[in-house]
């Protein structure tokens, strides 16, 4: 008969060395720089593009009987529209644009003019540069395609040279009546106007009107020049 010696088996044997059983907590953990994701990488940026709110209205304080003026949100001048006389000294580029029924300047706030606006015929408009009181450069060519009681289309086609970070081309929808426009550059919208009333605004004057410009690259001069020409469409 076999003694216990010879049966029994030696723990040293059976157990398992506890350095080899168990994983060290520094292999199962994941280290806290890998799986923390820095708050500077989490959270969302400071600073975000937001759009910008212009007013335009002909009755702004400091601005003459009929002229429409453009301020910002805390009523500081940012653009003005006027009417060009006859005998402005302002040139017109070769070749010569189509005959003009109505030609305004488009001034900045320190009044100086930057942009010219002339309206030819059938519903065609023209906006040049303006540099030191002379038109430099026409920028581009708009056309009326749609005139119904419901809709307002007009399709503008950037054609100066120095205008590549416009694009190609705009299009225009709405109701000039209402003060309703909506500017596109391909299937984004770029800018938007509506009137100030019919947005709940207590006490503001019918004709007031709000100018929206999305985050972009686009000259808000250039914006509001097109907004002056969607508003004259319906005429």
């Known amino acids: 008969m076999d003694t216990a010696s010879d049966v029994a088996v030696p723990a040293s044997d059976v157990a398992v060395p506890a350095s080899d059983a168990a994983v060290p907590a520094s292999d199962v953990a994941v280290p806290t720089s890998d799986a923390a994701v820095p708050a500077s990488d989490a959270a969302v940026p400071a600073i975000l593009p937001i759009p910008i709110d212009l007013f335009g209205s002909k009755k702004h304080k400091n601005l003459p009987r009929g002229e429409l003026g453009f301020v910002d949100s805390s009523g500081n001048p940012v653009f003005r529209i006027v009417r060009q006389p006859k005998s402005s000294s302002l040139s017109s580029p070769p070749p010569p644009p189509p005959p003009r029924r109505d030609t305004k300047s488009l001034l900045d706030a320190a009044g100086d003019p930057i942009l010219s606006i002339a309206r030819g015929r059938k519903g065609s408009w023209q906006i040049f540069k303006v540099d030191h009181g ?11 395609t749609r005139n119904s009681l419901t809709r307002t289309e007009l399709e503008v086609l950037v054609i100066g040279e120095s205008c590549g970070s416009l694009g190609s081309s705009f299009k225009m929808r709405g109701f000039p009546f209402q003060k309703s426009c909506t500017i596109y550059q391909g299937d984004s919208i770029v800018a938007q106007t509506s009137l100030m009333y019919k947005l709940h605004q207590i006490y503001v004057r019918r004709g007031k009107f709000r100018l929206t410009i999305y985050p972009g690259s686009i000259d808000h001069a250039f914006i509001v020049a097109l907004v002056v020409i969607f508003l004259s469409s319906g005429k």
Do not use: P
Not at 134 to 144: A, F, P, S, T, Y
């Open 134 to 144: 002379k038109e430099k450069e026409l920028i581009c060519n708009v056309q009326r």
